[in-house]
């Protein structure tokens, strides 16, 4: 194996590097999410953190890596002589896949041993390599929602547990979770989200001498591992040996109570939910404190923590943007007590005063009360300068709504509301999610099969009844069954799978109507976030003027599609026979990449197509076209007013799917109602 990439070597990532650091200094920080675009080296940062950790001491032989001065008394290779030596070993730094099957993570648990031998095999899975260590996961969104829902609960119990047909083993898993993302490609269940105790957005450096160097080093990493791991191991080491000074430093660092309020208020003034964000930021403002080799906690500690702490915590709606707004942070950050900071704050010094930070400079002595009231004129006039254009001239170039013409500004949507299921008809294998009946790995269990390979979901009551047949013929005389490898059985279940949403949208001059525009984009919206809640894919085709455009290809990132969807104009003609065109070429594609996914075209038009001379018999034949590759449909009839042609209707028929008003998206009374689309039709 050649030699790692150092820590130290990597280029910028200022971010990363120190929420890394922190994470080493105290593991209670609880993990990093690391957000940003491919080819950052934000995973090769994650990587090179292992190099970095502490070493931890364990019971010799283990493989649950039990700690000599506390071992888990249920460890499964216990007990263990408490007088036994330790030995220290690196701090382990584990990959998990995303692809990953569960007894790879949680470890496995060999039933057919145990049920015809009665011996207990478990083989410790990543779950256990990880104890005391940290675990990693690239692309960690695109993680399978049976393996995220077994990182939740070792996360949240400390512990692993493997439970099949009542032999179960439990094994301490405690481990910092790191996780790398590019947001383009989906974002994270909430509850997920939440265990990370920190997250920092990367990109790469638009400065080109910083390019320049991350290129010149890779290269020169590339030529010679060993010898520029050689030229680094210096830098290497002082780095690791001040994150154990740290982190033999953090016992003694006190959190003032002025500024476990100043934690409070910020987190309230936020909005978070719970209290883990208050909890993560005051264990990351300790960190941070003995990381500067500090013994107090100061202001700009709590600062830069909430920067870390906060940003995946105040987000209440998938579609909003991610950090922090640093304003409103300040603001909040401000002791109401505390007289206001002068508009140009003093540049700290380093390790002066003992409670630098947010008290105020030392200048301000000589004018107590007045100084207030000399200040105020000052900041009103450092107001404007610090919030430019919000009030006056609008931005140059930006669209104007009145503009008439065949082609108007993007209008808003409307408010998104919940809406019905629709689900593909039939049962799927596609990946596990929310929307259609689906054979999956999880789920209901709605009956068995002959085992093939390892068996990791017996069913019991077939594999009896498969054995009971044979009792005889194998000679039992006393009370146990004889089991046989040939008698197993395998449940089979059922579950949900996520699906490929294609939203098909005219955007045409007849659907251009300011409020109808409006309710059409927030239905969509609508339906957008109820595929980010089933964890479907999502595309998009627009149709208006001469032709149709893919405006999102097939992504897991729902934002993407609300984002383009926000900025959709409207106007022109209608397509409608180009835009099914369009649809069906992207499930052509789409087919090839991820065949197991079904699709659910959702067309939202009024039906009247124009533009070109049979513009009308051009949809139809699309339409059929499109119902031949047998991809389930829904047509949402967005036509108003007094004259109704009933074109999206017969559309719908032309397609094979159901068609329904915008009224009736709403999911109102009939809440939580599973329609078959076909059913509807
Ligand atoms: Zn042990």
Known sequence: ?????????????????????????????????????????????????????????????????????????????????????????????VELPVGASEDRLAGSLDIERALTEGVKAYEPGLLAAAHRGVLYVDEVNLLHDHLVDLLLDAAAMGTSHVEREGVSVRHAARFLLVGTMNPEEGELRPQLLDRFGLTVEVAASREPRERAEVVRRRLAYEADPGAFAARWAHEDADLAERILRARTLLADVLLPDAELERIARVCASFEVDGMRADLVTARTSIALAAWHGRTEVTAEDVRQAALLALPHRRRRNPFDAPGLDEEHLDEALRDPDEPEPEPEPEPEPEGDGPDGGGSPPPDVDGSDGSGNAARAPERTEAAPTSAPGTEDAPVEGAPTASGGGPEQAAVAAAEPYRTRLFAVPGVGQGAAGRRSRARTASGRTTGSQVAAGRVTRLHVAATVRAAALHQKARGRTGAGLLLRRADLREAVREGREGNLVLFVVDASGSMAARKRMRAVKGAVLSLLLDAYQRRDKVGLVTFRGADASLVLPPTSSVEIGAARLAALPTGGRTPVGAGLLRAHETLRVERLRDPLRRPLVVVVTDGRATGGRDALGESRRAARLLAATGAASLVVDCESGPVRLGLAARLAGDLGGPVVTLDELAADGLAGLVRDVRSVA
Request: charged letters at 15%; glycine letters at 10%; aromatic letters at 4%.
């Open 1 to 93: 194996m050649s030699a790692a990439y150092p820590f130290s070597a990597i280029v910028g990532l200022a971010d990363l590097r120190l929420a890394l650091v922190l994470n080493a200094v105290s593991p209670a920080v609880g993990g990093v999410l690391v957000r940003g675009e491919k080819g950052t080296a934000k995973s090769t940062m994650v990587r090179a953190l292992a190099g970095q950790l502490p070493e931890v001491a364990v019971v010799p032989g283990c493989r649950f890596s039990c700690d000599p001065a506390s071992p888990d008394g249920q460890c499964p290779d216990g007990p263990h002589d408490p007088a036994i030596a330790g030995t220290a070993r690196a701090a382990r730094l």
